[in-house]
């Protein structure tokens, strides 16, 4: 019987993930349209650097996938938007 599929002696979390990057970003302003009016404008941006958050790697031994990591965490950058007027 051969070694094949078997638990060594390694210690618990011995494989670990790639870290976590995330900068996110917003700029607000605000005008006064009229006394009680006011006009926002509201730009943001998530994953500024625009960085590859990694997933974390395959953990099934006994395949060839083992250790790959298959994806990403989040999207890529992604920006958005926003008016909003309140009277």
């Known amino acids: 019987m051969g070694t094949d599929f078997r638990f060594g002696y390694t210690g618990r979390n011995v494989i670990t993930g790639p870290g976590v990057i995330n900068w996110d970003f917003s700029l607000q302003k605000e005008f006064t349209v009229k006394e009680r009016h006011n006009l926002e404008l509201r730009w943001e941006v998530f994953n500024l650097p625009n960085h590859p958050l990694w997933d974390n790697p395959n953990g099934s031994t ?12 989040i999207d890529n950058r992604q920006m958005q938007l926003a008016l909003r007027y309140t009277f």
């Open 62 to 73: 006994g395949t060839q996938s083992f250790g790959v990591i298959p994806a990403t965490k």
